[in-house]
């Protein structure tokens, strides 16, 4: 992802709650330190340019039946 800005957007991940109910998202600084990673239960999900320090707050966990 890019242009991403943390007081305009939000990320939003649709998860299946029959297949995890409880899932867990984690932002940690990117290797290359200049972004940042997003991770779903452990597992590299997105990666997003110029956001090093991105914490959870602007991720947003919708469970697909709620759609």
Same mark, same amino acid.
Do not use: K
């Given at each position: 992802? %890019?242009?991403?800005? %943390? @007081?305009?957007?939000?990320?939003?991940?649709?998860?299946? @709650? !029959?297949?995890?109910? @409880?899932?867990?998202?984690?932002? &940690?600084?990117? &290797?290359? *330190?200049? *972004?940042? @990673?997003i991770?779903?239960?452990?597992?590299?999900?997105?990666?997003?340019? *110029?956001?090093?320090?991105?914490? %959870? *707050?602007?991720?947003?966990?919708?469970?697909?039946? !709620?759609?």
């Amino acid at each position: 992802m %890019t242009d991403f800005d %943390t @007081s305009e957007d939000q990320i939003a991940v649709i998860y299946d @709650s !029959t297949v995890n109910d @409880s899932p867990v998202v984690e932002a &940690e600084n990117n &290797e290359a *330190g200049d *972004g940042a @990673s997003i991770l779903l239960d452990g597992a590299l999900l997105a990666e997003v340019s *110029g956001a090093q320090g991105l914490r %959870t *707050g602007p991720i947003v966990l919708i469970d697909v039946i !709620t759609l």
